[in-house]
């Protein structure tokens, strides 16, 4: 996963914010008015000349060689939030990460251990530290939830149920496909069983 140093919790919030929009942008391939927006926000909030010069007075010009490494640091920011929603969104990626995980999942669903998944729960195992960790980082950040464990659980569940709903139509197809494979691997546990008690468990 791509470091997140390069961000403070304020603007990971904020790109966090921005996700969904570019998620949706994506499947039409048109950026032409979102990336215009997205970095003219961006550097009126957190303007590179004072990430790189803090010290240098707003009202004082800047030497040709300052404005060149301003202009540098611009491009280099610009790059850098590209890669942050690209990776995001990375449908490939996503596929990869789907199937390395589609026998564990599987194997966790599977009714003889424990419970079946729900699909927010699916997508929570799969997509957690991506997804779902960084927006957990930002609630806490801002003071919304209380760092512990049962908060960080509770507000984990409300924040998987509402990002899968505004996820790409791969990451939910995605879902949709363990979570069906899930529903195949209890029937088939349920046919095959022959223990009373035990096909009542599952019922």
């Not at 570019?22 to 990430?51: D, G, V």
């Not at 010009?61 to 404005?67: D, F, G, I, R």
């Not at 899968?164 to 494979?181: C, F, G, I, Q, R």
Request: hydrophobic letters at 35%; proline letters at 5%.
């Amino acid at each position: 996963m791509p470091n997140h140093g390069w961000t403070t919790p304020d603007q990971l919030a904020w790109l966090m914010g921005k996700l969904p929009k570019y998620q949706e942008i994506s499947e039409l391939k048109n950026y032409s008015l979102f990336w215009p927006s997205c970095f003219e926000t961006w550097f009126k909030q957190w303007p590179e000349r004072l990430a790189s010069y803090p010290d240098v007075p707003l009202d004082q010009e800047l030497t040709a060689e300052q404005s060149t490494t301003v202009n540098n640091a611009i491009l280099a920011r610009k790059n850098k939030i590209r890669s942050w929603f690209r990776w995001r969104t990375n449908a490939s990626r996503t596929n990869r990460s789907v199937q390395k995980q589609n026998s564990i999942l599987v194997g966790l669903a599977d009714p003889k251990k424990r419970r079946a998944l729900a699909r927010s729960e699916i997508y929570s195992k799969n997509y957690y530290k991506e997804r779902i960790k960084p927006a957990l980082d930002a609630e806490i950040q801002a003071g919304n939830v209380e760092d512990t464990s049962s908060a960080r659980l509770a507000m984990t569940r409300r924040l998987s149920k509402k990002l899968l709903s505004t996820e790409t139509n791969d990451v939910k197809l995605a879902v949709e496909k363990l979570y069906m494979e899930q529903e195949r691997h209890i029937s088939q546990s349920m046919t095959e069983e022959t223990d009373p008690e035990k096909i009542l468990w599952y019922v």
